[in-house]
């Protein structure tokens, strides 16, 4: 049987998350090619309908990196993801997609080992929940 | 459709070596809206970007995807190459295939997919990109230079020298730093306040440098060539402009206090300066010792004063000063002794750090420069340095080596024999680090000359008996145990960033790495730059260094604020919120949303604004919004929904 690859939206922030993986890959950490990297100014910039339209599209797990809390490039950007992503959990569960499946992280650009093993870490948990079930199945 | 040309670098095999650029080549020229692709070995060379420019005429191409290294790297080189063959700078897009792929990929299948599937989203968002021009905004020719250790000195007056105005923020009541504290400098042994003392007196003579002394940076807030910084004078209770230093006060203060130029070894008073050569020459009341705050306790000082300069009754003043760049230099303290159990927490008096030890070498100091323990007076004869005094110990203390301590130990040594010539120095080492110019002589020369012992070894435990500091050591080269009855042991203790200046660089929002110090925009392209436009660094605080290296990066400083400010204007990245009229309705979310102000609402219109000019292109007002109405230029919606779309399909 073909081994099960999953497809993760990553929404990393310019400044510190971003920047940790160009750290990360200038270290030449390892991890697997289901992170897909998608550079934003900011954490902040990322409405919760581009998770949930990354998971209607078939997605099997969407992941958000930002600046440590209180480290954010842009002074509070961060504080509104954290609240954005609080809220989105909730939405997940009523639309009935798994919260689960999203994951938020606050990676800085020093931090090339943190991305890379948050990397391993989660798509090891997703490859464990397989295929995102929700793919097709809703519709808004 | 925009006809789009995409180049894909191999690298030499950094790329190459994990994605088929070959296939990858193939497999895009069907993409939808490429017009042109091509692969080559280094894009970023003067042929590869030629390639880009000759394909851009010959395909007549409005639009690129170079698909490359990450974009801090090559994008600005890539943009200037379209510009010049008169294509907007935003018509090009790199895609990162090689942090973020090939060198975090070993599958070759694996990473020529993702490759693919980068320079697609890459394309898409593209697609949709239009033509901007930059904004510009004038530029205030004025800096701030915070720290006024040597670091700080040589950047203000070279840019000052320079013909700009510079604003020097020291938080002590004298300029001067760690340096004016040392003995004397290696390799050359120049004694350290007579080549300190005369940048220090250019400094309150210069037109161009306004000092602000006993100062705190609190905030500053706007962009590059436009800042704004909020400055707080604490109070020194002494007028200096009647001050005429005549010191007629400190012998009636009946406070004394542990002095900080002595690093504790001698006392002052709470009205005090802090050494003879102080910049600025002004008296200082320390708020936390001083009796005088509560009239009914003391009035000493002030009844002395005969030209009546002493008002207990003064507050903190506050100012404002509008400046164009900011360097950083807020240096160093040591790692404190107390830290280390091993070595007694710093509770034995013949234990001292490497900056005490200055002090009792340097002729301004607590024994007149004469060889005397601080804890009998008595001549120590046999006396032990250890170095990487919690440098190098990932385990229990700091991980990095503060480089300046196996010089600074072996001038110790050096300087501690030519004091007391019968003396008998041993020095603790890891390694000898001796990489700058005529270091290793130095140290090849102190070693023959003056007879000191090395030990290659740590020390495990110093103790006390009777007046004896007993060190325990091994020997590592020998493997034999070692333990020496020292009259004095002297540590050198790891250079930690400067504690008092966590808060400040923390407000400011620069990047620090795990151990505090500041990060530079690139380790080896652009050592003196933050990634935070307009923010520069200089000195210790950005790591480690000895005198001549902080000098020159101090001066590196100083050369890019100098380049920044021969502008007449300064362009602000086009990427900002815009705000489709029809759409908003006024609600001002986008208002509170907006960390820079750079959002308002037009009163007769019923519709929220952007300031061009204070807008930073966060986008956080974008997802705020609740009716769409708001958009980032070149990061639209509907760019990032393309982009999603190329990952999450099958």
Not at chain 2, 478 to 497: C, F, H, N, R
Request: proline residues 5%.
């Amino acid at each position: 049987m073909k081994e099960y690859k999953p497809k993760i939206v990553c929404f990393l922030c310019k400044w510190c998350t971003s920047a940790g993986a160009d750290l990360a890959g200038t270290s030449r950490l390892k991890y697997p090619a289901s992170i897909l990297p998608i550079r934003v100014m900011c954490s902040s910039r990322i409405d919760p309908m581009f998770v949930v339209k990354a998971f209607l599209n078939g997605a099997d797990g969407v992941f958000i990196g930002g600046c440590h809390p209180g480290d954010c490039h842009y002074h509070e950007g961060n504080y509104h993801t954290r609240r954005r992503f609080a809220m989105l959990t909730k939405v997940f569960d009523t639309l009935g997609l798994e919260s689960k499946r999203l994951k938020l992280s606050w990676i800085s650009a020093s931090e090339g080992t943190k991305f890379a093993k948050v990397s391993n870490e989660y798509t090891e948990k997703i490859k464990s929940y397989g295929e995102n079930p929700s793919k097709w199945n809703v519709f808004l | 459709m925009k006809r789009i040309g995409v180049f894909i670098c191999h690298c030499g095999i950094n790329i190459k070596g994990t994605v088929e650029v070959e296939r990858l080549t193939e497999e895009l020229a069907q993409y939808p809206g490429v017009a042109y692709i091509e692969n080559y070995i280094f894009m970023c060379s003067e042929p590869g970007q030629k390639l880009i420019k000759d394909t851009i005429i010959e395909h007549k191409l409005d639009g690129v995807v170079v698909a490359a290294c990450s974009p801090t790297l090559h994008e600005t080189t890539f943009q200037d190459a379209l510009e010049e063959m008169n294509i907007n700078r935003h018509q090009l897009e790199v895609a990162n295939i090689r942090e973020q792929c090939s060198w975090v990929h070993d599958d070759i299948e694996e990473g020529t997919r993702k490759s693919s599937l980068i320079i697609k989203t890459a394309l898409e968002k593209l697609k949709l990109n239009d033509s901007l021009t930059p904004i510009s905004a004038p530029l205030t020719k004025r800096v701030l230079i915070i720290g006024g250790g040597i670091a700080g000195i040589q950047a203000a007056l070279d840019i000052a020298d320079g013909g700009y105005e510079v604003i020097l923020v020291e938080k002590e009541p004298s300029i001067g730093g760690h340096m004016i504290q040392l003995s004397e400098t290696f390799p050359t042994l120049d004694c350290s306040q007579c080549i300190m003392t005369p940048k220090m007196v250019a400094i309150n003579k210069h037109k161009n440098i306004k000092l602000y002394a006993n100062s705190e940076v609190e905030s500053i807030e706007g962009f590059v060539g436009n800042f704004k910084v909020s400055i707080k004078r604490k109070p020194q209770y002494v007028d200096p402009d009647k001050c005429t230093i005549c010191d007629d006060c400190t012998p009636v203060c009946p406070v004394v206090v542990p002095s900080e130029y002595d690093e504790g070894m001698s006392w002052r008073k709470a009205i005090y300066i802090p050494f003879p050569q102080s910049i600025p020459a002004t008296f200082t009341i320390d708020t936390e010792n001083c009796l005088g705050f509560n009239p009914i306790a003391c009035t000493k000082c002030s009844d002395a004063c005969e030209p009546d300069a002493i008002d207990y009754d003064k507050k903190p003043e506050y100012f404002e000063e509008e400046i164009g760049a900011v360097i950083v230099a807020t240096g160093f303290d040591l790692y404190p002794v107390e830290n280390m159990a091993e070595y007694g927490y710093g509770k034995y008096p013949d234990v001292l750090d490497g900056l005490q030890f200055e002090r009792i070498l340097s002729a301004t100091g607590p024994t007149g420069g004469e060889m005397h323990r601080p804890s009998d007076g008595k001549v120590p004869k046999e006396i032990v340095f250890i170095q990487c005094s919690g440098s190098r110990d990932p385990e229990r203390h700091l991980p990095y080596c503060s480089r300046i301590c196996c010089m600074y130990t072996i001038k110790h040594a050096k300087l501690y024999k030519h004091k007391v010539h019968d003396g008998q120095p041993y020095i603790f080492y890891i390694d000898i680090r001796s990489g700058g110019k005529r270091y290793e002589e130095f140290v090849q020369q102190a070693v023959s000359e003056d007879g000191i012992v090395y030990f290659r070894g740590k020390v495990a435990r110093i103790y006390k008996e009777a007046d004896k500091m007993i060190v325990h050591g091994i020997d590592t080269l020998t493997s034999k145990k070692i333990e020496i009855k020292a009259d004095m042991v002297v540590l050198a203790m790891a250079i930690v960033p400067n504690v008092s200046a966590a808060k400040v660089i923390n407000n400011l929002k620069l990047n620090t790495d795990e151990n505090g110090f500041l990060i530079e925009a690139h380790p080896k392209l652009r050592p003196v730059e933050s990634l935070q436009s307009g923010f520069y660094l200089a000195g210790t605080a950005q790591g480690p260094k000895d005198i001549p290296d902080t000098v020159s990066q101090a001066s590196a400083a100083a050369a890019k604020v100098l380049a920044l400010l021969s502008n007449d204007e300064i362009s602000h990245s086009p990427i900002v919120a815009i705000v489709n009229e029809e759409l908003c309705s006024g609600c001002g979310i986008c208002v509170s949303t907006c960390p820079y102000g750079a959002r308002e609402l037009d009163e007769i219109k019923k519709i929220a604004t952007v300031n061009d000019v204070l807008c930073e292109g966060c986008g956080a007002c974008i997802t705020a919004c609740p009716s769409s109405a708001a958009q980032q230029k070149n990061l639209t919606d509907e760019q990032i929904v393309n982009m999603i779309k190329i990952y999450s399909y099958l």
